[in-house]
């Protein structure tokens, strides 16, 4: 069997007396959509500060395409090819959506001066492609600040798309989102199934049962089950700790 490309093994964090992550252990095979779930302070956001270098765990490791990228630093991790988005947003709002691609796009290069990003044709091409992917191309020169929360989103998972991720962790993309625009945000992730692997952490389930090809299931900073969306909605446990009646049989 193929070694999956993310593997998490006992993964504990202690904030003094708070256990956040307690042995939580699961994987991530190379191209699916894995989503991890689980009741609010359950530990899902330390976890993924966890798996993007963000904090050091206590013990357990992180193994990433065969590397041990347990005590590396952020930076390691993006280097690695496993970057991350965030729940707030976090894009430079006085700018426009084009320079914005174009300075993460710089940021994989050798260091230069802002004149030279706007004069590098080939960064505009990329981050115009990108903007295409994410659907903000007709936005491309509209300032960041003024784009809607959701093409705030999309925004910033081009930003995350810039770095050339093998892995991608979002942590509740569609967070403050209207029906409208976590729906059109369902649907762009879904364009990336099969060409980025995607690690999710979503509180919304009709997404996560749309979008999951296996979920993990994290309560009490132990994952108490791994499986396909339809072994998930039918675990007793899950069920009793976290979907309860939302999902129906």
Known sequence: MTEPLLKVE??????????????????????EVHALIGPNGAGKTTLIHQLSGALKPDAGCVLFAGQDLTRADMAAHVNAGLARSYQITSIFKKLSVL???RL???ARRAPSWFG????DAAL????????????????????????AHGEQRQLELALALATRPRLLLLDEPMAGMGPDEGRQMVELLLTLKGKTTLLLVEHDMDA??????????????????????????EHPEV?????GDEVSS
Request: hydrophobic share 45%; no cysteine; charged share 25%.
């Open 208 to 233: 996560v049962f749309r979008l999951a090809d296996r979920i993990s299931t994290l309560v009490a900073g132990r994952v108490i089950a791994t499986g396909t969306p339809d072994e998930i909605r």
């Open 239 to 243: 069920r009793k700790a976290y979907l």
């Open 104 to 106: 993460a796009l710089q």
């Open 99 to 101: 320079d914005n691609l």
């Open 124 to 147: 505009r091409d990329e981050a115009e492609h990108l903007l295409s992917q994410v659907g903000l191309i007709a936005q491309a020169r509209a300032t960041a600040g003024a784009l």
């Open 116 to 119: 030279s990003v706007q004069r």
């Open 10 to 31: 006992g993964l504990v964090k202690r904030f003094g007396a708070l256990v956040a992550t307690d042995s939580a252990s699961f994987d991530v095979r190379d191209g």
